[in-house]
C-alpha cells in the first residue's frame, strides 16, 4: 500500500503539471493572438499616417520645384536662372521617385501633365530671353 500512494500521488503531480503546461501554453497562443491583432490594428494606422505624411512631403517639394523652375525660367541672370531651373528639376525628379506610389492615378495624371507644361513653358521663355539677347547684341 506505501508504494501504490507515492506512485499515484506522482502521477496525479504529473497530471496537474502536464494540465498546468497545457494552460500556459493555451494562454500564451490566445495571447500571441491578440497582440498580433492589435499589432495588426497599430500597422494599419502607421501605414495610413506615413502614407498622409508623405503625401504632404510630396505637395511641398512639388511646389517648390515648380516655383523654382518658374523663377528659375524668369531670372534674367544665366547662372541663377539655370541653377534654379536645375535645382527644381531635380527636386521634382527625387520628389515623383520617391513618392510616386503614394499617389491616385488622377494625380498622377495631372501631376505629369502640369510637369510636363511648365517645362515646355519655361524653355520657350529661355528660348525667348536668349533670342532676344542676341539681337540686341
Known amino acids: 500500500m506505501e508504494n501504490m500512494e507515492p506512485s499515484t500521488s506522482s502521477t ?9 503546461y497545457k494552460y500556459k ?14 499589432i495588426a490594428i497599430l500597422n494599419k494606422k502607421i501605414n495610413h499616417l506615413e502614407k498622409i505624411d508623405n503625401q504632404r512631403y510630396f505637395y511641398t517639394t512639388i511646389i517648390f520645384s515648380i516655383s523654382a523652375l518658374i523663377i528659375g525660367s524668369l531670372v534674367s541672370l544665366p547662372a541663377l536662372g ?56
Open 12 to 20: 496525479f503531480i504529473e497530471q496537474l503539471k502536464e494540465q498546468r
Open 25 to 38: 501554453q493555451q494562454t500564451k497562443t490566445e495571447l500571441t493572438a491578440e497582440l498580433n491583432e492589435k
Open 82 to 137: 539655370s541653377g534654379l531651373m536645375l535645382g527644381g528639376i531635380i527636386t521634382a525628379a527625387i520628389s515623383y521617385y520617391g513618392y510616386w506610389n503614394y499617389l491616385s492615378e488622377t494625380m498622377k495624371f495631372f501631376l505629369l501633365l502640369l510637369a510636363f507644361i511648365i517645362i515646355i513653358v519655361s524653355g520657350s521663355c529661355a528660348n525667348r530671353f536668349s533670342k532676344r539677347k542676341i539681337l540686341n547684341n
